[in-house]
T-cell receptor, first 112, second 115 residues
Framework: GDSVTQMEGPVTLSEEAFLTINCTYT??????LFWYVQYPGEGLQLLLK?????DKGSNKGFEATYRKETTSFHLEKGSVQVSDSAVYFC???????????FGDGTTLTVKP | GAVVSQHPSWVICKSGTSVKIECRSL??????MFWYRQFPKQSLMLMAT?????????EQGVEKDKFLINHASLTLSTLTVTSAHPEDSSFYIC???????????FGPGTRLTVT
């Protein structure tokens, strides 16, 4: 079945540091890929998405590129802020739009 | 657009009682909704898929009689935790898929505490 493997956390960075959270997936066909963010005590919000190979999703300074050859969708940000502290989930939805598969989540803490 | 609400946002109940959680798609129709459970500092665990007009599909290991799901309309799904016990305390989140790119729209979650 489908699976998503995320870089283990927690990740602690200083403000303005570069962020990478690795995500690799296993799926048949051509799934859509997503990064969701969860702030404390809240539900998940879509951060960015990519629906086909080589697409780059971007939002709020975060980027991720759909790499089919390496089955990866790594999340990056050039300069993190304290307000970016949250849990980040990588996810995929198969081409038949069935249920999504989520990674285990990576907790990011940014210190001033 | 594409907003999903949940009610209540938090609830405290006594052991042995039942609790109903509502999930509504406010500005779109959802023939399918998903219910998740999330333990502290852990990922989402899919509990079941709620299907409008038919029975819910439960994931392996989830008790159907314990977690009753009803998809009453194209905008409402409910999860009822029956005879709740302290081990049912958790954060419950629902989602509904959007069109096109298959992203999920999540509700804000319901914090259930069973005393």
């Amino acid at each position: 079945g489908d699976s998503v493997t995320q870089m283990e956390g927690p990740v602690t960075l200083s403000e303005e540091a570069f962020l990478t959270i690795n995500c690799t997936y296993t799926a048949t066909g051509y799934p859509s890929l997503f990064w969701y963010v969860q702030y404390p005590g809240e539900g998940l919000q879509l951060l960015l998405k990519a629906t086909k190979a080589d697409d780059k999703g971007s939002n709020k300074g975060f980027e991720a590129t759909y790499r089919k050859e390496t089955t990866s969708f790594h999340l990056e940000k050039g300069s993190v802020q304290v307000s970016d502290s949250a849990v980040y989930f990588c996810a995929l939805t198969p081409t038949n739009a069935g249920k999504s598969t989520f990674g285990d989540g990576t907790t990011l803490t940014v210190k001033p | 657009g594409a907003v999903v609400s949940q009610h209540p946002s938090w609830v405290i109940c006594k052991s042995g009682t039942s609790v109903k959680i509502e999930c509504r798609s406010l500005d779109f129709q959802a023939t399918t909704m998903f219910w998740y459970r999330q333990f502290p500092k852990q990922s989402l665990m899919l509990m079941a898929t709620s299907n409008e007009g038919s029975k819910a599909t439960y994931e392996q290991g989830v008790e159907k009689d314990k977690f009753l799901i009803n998809h009453a309309s194209l905008t409402l799904s409910t999860l009822t935790v029956t005879s709740a016990h302290p081990e049912d305390s958790s954060f419950y989140i629902c989602s509904a898929p959007g069109d096109g790119s298959y992203e999920q729209y999540f509700g804000p979650g319901t914090r259930l505490t069973v005393t």
